[in-house]
């Protein structure tokens, strides 16, 4: 088996805010159906779904990698209007964090690998 592709499923609490959220980060949406949302940028691809189970939700880790941290920051730290929270640039060993939880509680690590 090689596998071309994984997307992962993400729950939402409030499935219009989330869809909100994720098109303010700059991906495209996509309707699937009535309760599944396609979201994409470049060849990072995921699933929102209209499902909530609290404890999936708040135990969901995505890494998110990008090329200018700086650039990542800047546009999550407009978003406004939306129940989310992150924390500022962290500098780790390898690179460059930051902590980012959706509206649902999904915790997403927005990396810039070192060079």
């Keep these: 088996m090689q596998p071309s ?3 992962v499923f993400i729950p939402s609490k409030d499935y219009e805010e989330s869809q909100s959220f994720y098109k303010a980060l700059g991906f495209q ?3 699937a159906s009535d309760d599944l949302t396609i979201f994409s940028k470049g060849p990072c691809t995921f699933f929102l779904q ?3 189970n609290e ?6 880790m995505l890494q998110l990698i990008v090329s200018d941290i700086q650039e990542a920051f800047d546009v999550i730290s407009k978003i406004r209007g939306i129940d989310f929270r992150f924390e500022p640039i962290k500098s780790e060993p390898w690179g ?5 939880w959706g509206p649902s509680g999904e915790l ?6 070192s060079r």
């Design 96 to 100: 460059k964090v930051i902590y980012l």
């Design 108 to 113: 997403w690590h927005v990396t810039e690998f």
């Design 55 to 60: 404890e999936l939700a708040k135990n969901l």
């Design 50 to 52: 209209r499902f909530f």
């Design 29 to 31: 949406m996509e309707p």
């Design 5 to 7: 592709d994984l997307r």
